[in-house]
């Protein structure tokens, strides 16, 4: 088959190995001049030195991102264990808490038990035992994650100082708003998974390394190549790109996010229409820079993931600690990767900025993912949308490579992961 794929992120990669391996004539097509992927990877000096490093830090463990951890296996990428610790303060107060078991807070030795440690403590400990009986029982999908919370009868304390910052900033990367409306299973599922004792992992060579494995054999990569039209025929694909040129295909894949991929459907269909526009996205700005302002108040009390609150606790920045990530980074100037940005970093110390998009999870994105399976299921199908959104779960990584398993599996190609 001659298979056309729209997007090189995790999702269109992965499908251009997946069909290329299966002997599928493949071409990639990308707006960018570079992988998406590794499309805000950066490269810059320190003291005479060159260092790379992702944007934004990808973190995974096994037990949460399965399918992307056999896909890494499969072509070799390697990975390794990450420093797991962690802080807690208020924007300009002393940490709260510093942990050093990444999401399973453990009060240092000769810290002193407040009021508010002893409820998040508490809190952490009846939510590993209750959501999973919760779960059991059959917990709906249409109970929000703010519903469930006050129904419970969590602590603010446990929501506003631990479970909020951590969802907000590392797990589902999204506003409280987006958290409020969030599915209650769909982060109690991903949350058990997160309280294991499964080592948290980085991709040793990061994101460049994992596009050249991927993309390897793929003779076809139209770079700097804007798809702007997408209609199927009877027999194919008609593909039409800004510069005018008309391409067919058996299939075509469109892995971009779902709201562009709306944009260039010449006539899509009323449930297309409906799917597509079913999932939204929050802005997720990413600052990469060297303001100690952005990090916690006492340098000696630094983790590798420092989580700083607004003071109204309505909002959480997270600042990495990029030479903890980079552990072969020799240097002794902090770099840091600041997520959601409470506070401006100064203009001196910037080294690079973003603006990405994340989906987000809620009652109509759901009902947005039966479409889509409706959509998939329909005999003499040719375009097949793939991506973070396109699978259950928290939008990942690992849902994007779910979301082509699917797909790979309607055509029958063999998976063999």
């Known amino acids: 088959m ?51 490093t992702d944007v934004p830090p990808r973190i995974f463990n096994v037990t949460q991102w399965p399918n992307l951890l056999n896909l890494y ?33 453990q009060v240092p030795d000769g810290s002193e038990i407040t009021e508010q440690l002893n409820q998040i403590m508490n809190d952490i ?61 769909v982060i109690l599922e991903t949350l058990l998974n997160l309280f294991g004792s499964q080592p948290l992992l980085r991709t040793k060579y990061g994101a460049q390394d994992v596009v050249r494995r991927l993309s390897r054999g793929i003779d076809d990569i139209r770079y700097g190549t804007e798809v702007c039209a997408l209609e199927p025929t009877p027999s194919d694909v008609r593909l039409e790109t800004t510069q005018g040129k008309v391409e067919t295909f058996d299939h ?37 820079h060297q303001d100690s302002a952005l990090m916690p108040v006492k340098r000696k009390k ?6 700083l609150i607004a003071p109204d606790r309505r909002a959480t920045m997270c600042s990495v600690l990029m030479n903890r990530f980079n552990p072969d980074w020799q240097i002794d100037q902090p770099i840091i990767q600041t997520i959601n940005p409470l506070i401006e970093p100064q203009p001196e110390t910037i080294i690079a900025q973003y603006n990405l998009q994340r989906p987000v999870v809620n009652e109509q994105s759901l009902a947005g993912l039966d479409l889509l399976k409706l959509l ?39 998976i063999g992961m």
């Open 2 to 52: 001659k298979i056309g794929i729209i997007g090189t992120g995790i999702a269109g990669l992965s499908a251009a190995w997946l069909f290329n391996r299966a002997g599928h004539r493949v071409t990639l097509y990308e707006k960018h001049h570079t992988l998406g992927m590794d499309a805000h990877s950066i490269t810059f000096e320190q003291k005479g030195v060159a260092l790379r």
């Open 73 to 105: 296996r499969e072509v070799g990428v390697a990975f390794d264990p990450i420093d797991p610790s962690q802080s807690f303060c208020l924007i300009g107060q002393p940490n709260f808490l510093n942990v050093d078991v990444a999401y399973q807070p």
């Open 125 to 185: 400990a009846r939510l590993a035992l209750g959501a999973s009986q919760d779960l059991a029982d059959g917990l709906s999908a249409q109970t929000t994650l703010a519903d469930y919370l006050q129904r419970q009868d969590y602590s603010q304390a446990f929501i506003t100082d631990f479970l909020y910052p951590i969802l907000a900033s590392t797990v589902c990367t999204c506003s409280y708003d987006s958290l409020n409306a969030y599915p209650a299973p």
């Open 252 to 288: 075509l894949i469109v892995a971009t996010q779902a709201n562009q991929a709306l944009d260039i459907l010449s006539n899509p269909s009323e449930t297309e229409c409906k799917m597509l526009s079913s999932f939204s996205y929050d802005d997720v700005p990413i600052i990469v």
């Open 302 to 307: 630094w983790a590798h993931i420092n989580l």
């Open 376 to 414: 998939h299921q329909k005999a003499g199908r040719r375009i097949w949308f793939c991506g973070s959104y396109a699978a259950e779960g928290v939008p990942l990584l690992e849902s994007a490579v779910l979301s082509v398993l699917r797909v790979a599996n309607r055509l029958l190609v063999p």
